[in-house]
């Protein structure tokens, strides 16, 4: 059984950081693809950031150059470093994960329960 925990979150002024932790147990984790997502009250679901089955990251426009999606294989554990969050950035932040074949879109059938992040101005 495929499990994720997230950690992280919190509340922090604007310019500021955190680090989001996503511990996954169940699966062969250097196998998965990975991501990051979050969803604001009244927004659609929005994909944050990915570690794609070919080992390639990408993430959303509005992260660029902010956020850092990485992952420790001997800790099973993904991660997303957020810097100079703003307001904008408050949103219930999800891990997921799933299996793909090389260069495959990942399916993330597997969610963890997620953790809030709130940036005030």
């Known amino acids: 059984q495929v499990r994720l925990v997230e950690s992280g979150g919190g509340s922090v002024q604007a310019g500021g950081s955190l680090r989001l932790s996503c511990v996954v147990f169940?699966?062969?984790?250097?196998?998965?693809?990975m991501g990051w997502f979050r969803q604001a009250p009244g927004k659609e679901r929005e994909r944050v950031a990915e570690?794609?089955?070919?080992?390639?990251?990408h993430y959303a426009d509005s992260v660029k150059g902010r956020f850092t999606i990485a992952k420790d294989n001997a800790k099973n554990t993904l991660y997303l470093q957020m810097n100079s969050l703003k307001p904008e950035d408050t949103a219930m932040f999800y891990c997921?994960?799933?299996?793909?074949?090389?260069?495959?879109?990942?399916?993330?059938?597997?969610w963890g329960q997620g953790t809030q992040v709130t940036v005030s101005s």
């Open positions: 570690i794609a089955s070919d080992g390639s990251t």
């Open positions: 997921a994960a799933d299996y793909a074949s090389y260069g495959a879109s990942c399916p993330f059938r597997y």
């Open positions: 169940g699966y062969a984790y250097s196998s998965y693809c």
